[in-house]
């Protein structure tokens, strides 16, 4: 079976999480932090300039990318704007491209679609990615008190692992899913 290198992609506009694996091994990781300019498009040619260098370095056969929810919003505008244009650079060169939404990224890597954001980094850094263990935000005493902004940060960057993670299971039932044949 052939390993492929997987890049995920959890888009924003303010932090955009990164995670390259190949098979079950990580590569590399990061949040990059996105600079409002004055126009839209700054944002999204830093992003589209980040992603590129990260294709550029890894080679990625697949490209993950998380679709974003469609609200009536100009965030919500904007980063579906993002989504286009990463999707699009990604085709171009010739990648396939895999759009999951956060509960078939969330069913594939916990087995749970309404799993929190913690959930999916408490089971990454448990099985494939102890590595991580120390980035994994510590749940909050109680669940008012929220996240404090180093833990919401690195949550960006485990978002995009798990992309990577279910564009792999993804990959790896369409690789081994037995042959089409016809019936007689």
């Known amino acids: 079976m ?8 959890d888009p924003g506009t303010k932090q955009m999480g990164l995670a390259i694996i190949c098979d079950r091994q990580l590569v590399s990781f990061g949040v990059h932090t996105l600079r ?12 589209r300039r980040i992603v590129l260098a990260a294709i550029e370095e890894y080679g990625p056969q697949i490209v993950a990318i998380e679709k974003p929810y469609a609200l009536p919003t100009k965030r919500a505008a904007l980063l579906s704007v993002i989504d286009q244009e990463l999707r699009g650079r990604a085709e171009d060169l010739g990648l396939r491209v895999v759009e999951l939404t956060p509960e078939e990224i969330r069913e594939a890597v916990v087995g749970n679609p309404r799993a929190t954001k913690i959930d999916v980094a408490e089971n990454l850094a448990a099985g494939d990615f102890p590595q991580l263990a120390d980035l994994v935000p510590k749940r909050p005493a109680r669940a008012a008190l929220g996240l404090r902004p180093r833990d919401k940060y690195w949550l960006h960057m485990f978002d995009a692992l798990g992309l990577a993670v279910a564009a792999r299971v993804s990959a790896d039932m369409m690789n081994t899913a037995p042959p089409h044949s016809a019936r007689t």
């Open 2 to 9: 052939q390993q492929n290198t997987i890049l995920g992609i």
């Open 36 to 47: 409002n300019g004055h126009r839209p498009h700054d944002v999204i040619g830093q992003a």
